[in-house]
């Protein structure tokens, strides 16, 4: 069974987006508007964001208008949004629109997976979700060289040291590439059930 991971930007302060849910700070770092493939998840075989996220993207790639667009960035890959509105979908894209908990989207999710990597990109809170129902098994932070005053926080969660181990860090460009596995992640949720780790 794949992993479920948490892979994202973040500022050197913990916030992966500004006050108007931009990451336009993120762009003006070298090498953050195409990063390093070193910087993705190689095996994600479906992504999971909430629908800040998704918005953002539509509307910063234009891609409600360039539907072809979809494919390049994101391949084939399955993606499951959760909101709890109604939200356009580029032609062509594979889109899944989900309402509720992560528990109850979970086994759909991973079947979609087939056995690949689950790569929640965003938001935090949609993170913190993941983290709440025990279906989170790591975090994995490109850390930029950027300040923020406020914005979208990294993880809006209290999450003690027993939970993280840290398994690399290291420079990659202007970036300070940073991976922790989470304890306990994957603890049983319905048919998708997999041990906890650590």
């Known amino acids: ?29 070298e090498g953050g508007e195409r990063p390093e493939e070193r910087l993705l998840p190689p095996d994600a075989a479906v992504l999971v964001e909430g ?4 918005e953002w993207v539509l509307r910063h790639e234009g891609l409600l208008e360039h539907p072809e667009r979809w494919s390049q960035l994101f391949g084939e890959k399955p993606t499951f949004v959760f909101t709890t509105r109604e939200l356009p979908i580029p032609e062509g894209a594979d889109v899944r629109l989900v309402s509720g908990g992560v528990a109850a989207a979970l086994p759909a999710i991973r079947e979609a997976a087939g056995g690949g990597d689950i790569w929640v990109i965003g938001g935090g809170e949609l993170a913190g979700q993941f983290l709440d129902a025990g ?4 975090i994995a932070l490109s850390i930029a060289p950027v300040a923020l005053a406020a914005g979208a926080p990294l993880l809006p969660r209290r999450i003690e040291s027993d939970r993280l181990r840290l398994v690399s860090a290291h420079a990659v460009g202007q970036f300070a590439r940073v991976v922790f596995d989470v304890r306990g992640g994957c603890e049983a949720l319905s048919s998708g059930r ?3 780790r650590g």
């Open 135 to 138: 279906a989170l098994d790591r």
């Open 51 to 54: 629908s800040t996220t998704y």
């Open 1 to 29: 069974m794949g992993h479920i991971i948490f892979d994202t930007a973040t500022t050197l302060n913990g916030w992966i987006a500004d006050e108007q849910n931009s990451l336009d700070w993120l762009f003006a770092v």
């Open 194 to 196: 997999s041990r906890p």
